[in-house]
């Protein structure tokens, strides 16, 4: 197996491990409960208690939150991907399509870091989705594969080292961070960025890429 063949085998294995973390994440915004602002947490200081969503993570990611939030900027990111709709529990089908296409096309796009992109407000189980893989070179994809640039004029970075079930909790305080901050809370498409091998790394790294409205 080649080192570009155990990147996407590592890509697949991470999409599938995080599969449940990464449909949560994906999930309708949910609405802050009225009774939540006012709840009074020993250690927890007031500007949190008005902050649900960030209150359900640890106190390092909070101020991790609102540090990446306060500080948006260009994104741009360019992979080759297959897009398609359907069901979160087919990610792994696509992704098995994607690499043998890039294998009969003989692409090799250097980087090779995995993506999962969410393009739209998902419906139930269902989304318009994307797997994909970083590109640092030049390279000319045919369908059903395409070269696709992420350009956003002012995105959130927010890298997190753990369980991939966090991405939900991540996302939606996130957005609530930038409600409360920039009066405009997050769009899609948001894209997850792979960067460890969790067969290698007990608390495996990615990096949570969201598009501030």
Request: charged share 25%; hydrophobic share 40%; aromatic share 6%.
């Amino acid at each position: 197996m080649t080192k570009f063949q155990r990147t996407w085998a590592l890509a697949a294995a991470v999409m599938l491990l995080g599969l449940a973390g990464i449909l949560a994440f994906a999930q309708k915004k949910p609405a802050v409960e009225p009774q939540a602002a006012g709840i009074q947490k020993k250690g927890i200081g007031t500007e949190d208690q008005a902050s649900p969503m960030l209150l359900k993570l640890d106190a390092a990611d909070r101020e991790k939150v609102r540090a990446a939030v306060a500080r948006p900027g260009p994104v741009r990111i360019e992979a080759i991907v297959q897009e398609f709709d359907g069901p979160f529990n087919s990610v792994a089908g696509h992704m098995d399509t994607l690499l043998n296409e890039l294998k009969t096309q003989k692409l090799n796009p250097g980087k090779g870091t995995g993506l999962m992109i969410v393009y739209s407000e998902p419906h139930g189980n269902t989304a318009h989705l994307g797997v994909g893989v970083e590109v640092s070179g030049p390279v000319q994809p045919k369908a059903p594969l395409k070269l696709e640039s992420f350009n956003l004029p002012q995105g959130i970075r927010f890298e997190h080292q753990g369980d991939y079930a966090h991405l939900e909790n991540l996302h939606h305080a996130i957005h609530e961070q930038a409600l409360k901050l920039h009066k405009r809370g997050t769009s899609f498409p948001a894209v997850v960025v792979l960067l460890d091998d969790p067969r290698k790394v007990p608390n495996p790294r990615y990096e949570l890429v969201e598009k501030l409205e």
